[in-house]
């Protein structure tokens, strides 16, 4: 199924839920903010929304520097 991260268009192989997905992708999900389908998402339903086909994940990770 075609998903699209971050503007790339991206192959995965079956339904993931946003936490399962950024789980995946070994992404911390203490440190990161999503939007999907151009609406940002809260952290306490990345465990509730099924990624659609031609579904569309913006991912961005906090960085911490000095």
């Given at each position: 199924?075609?998903?699209i991260?971050?503007?790339t268009d991206l192959e995965i192989p079956q339904?993931?839920?946003i936490e399962t997905?950024?789980?995946s992708l070994n992404i911390s999900l203490?440190?990161?903010a999503i939007a999907y389908n151009g609406e940002?998402?809260?952290k306490d339903k990345y465990s509730q929304i099924i990624i659609d086909e031609l579904g569309n994940?913006?991912?961005?990770q906090?960085?911490?520097g000095g």
């Open positions: 199924m075609k998903i991260v971050n503007g339904p993931y839920t997905f950024l789980k203490e440190r990161t940002v998402v809260p994940i913006e991912i961005i906090l960085m911490a």
